[in-house]
């Protein structure tokens, strides 16, 4: 007979406090800076005492899960060259800019896998009480579509803690929405 787990919901007993807890902010290469701006500006208002910005790697896997949120990964493709730290050298530069002049601790995470895994993980590990994420920018045919390339759905599906989403795109009324 097959054992139907049903994973643990959220429920008050399991909210984490927003003062004095840090908050992750999903970042992605090129994100404007209003993503960073919002997190400091909740940061301020909780008294975060970090972000914790991070980028996951879809083309890396997780090989280990350290207790500080960093992880070791290796590329899913044997044959892939081993551009990473580049990339995450340039995200980091990134969030400096972004940061600069901001009175707001900081660290970045460059993790490996699934998106909402791996945010999920660092949130647990650094015990953060909300999650910052930019809405997907792009034009989507489909809700399916729109749906599975969405962070915040992704998080909002798979843990119990807050998502704050940030809006990079208006769209006017009278045209489409990715649902419509």
Known sequence: MAHHHTPPQPHPSRLTEFAGHPLVVSVTPGQPHLVAATAVSLAHATGAPTLYFAYVDS????????PDGTVSHASIDPDADEDWEDLAATLTTEVEVAMHGQN???????????????????ARAVDAAAFVVATHLGHHHHIRDFVRESISVQLTHHQHRPVLVVPLEVIDWESHAPWD
Do not use: K, N, P
């Open 59 to 66: 083309s890396r896997y997780t090989i280990d899960e350290f």
């Open 104 to 122: 707001q601790a900081w660290e970045f995470r460059y993790l490996a896998g699934r998106v909402d895994r791996s945010l999920t993980h660092l």
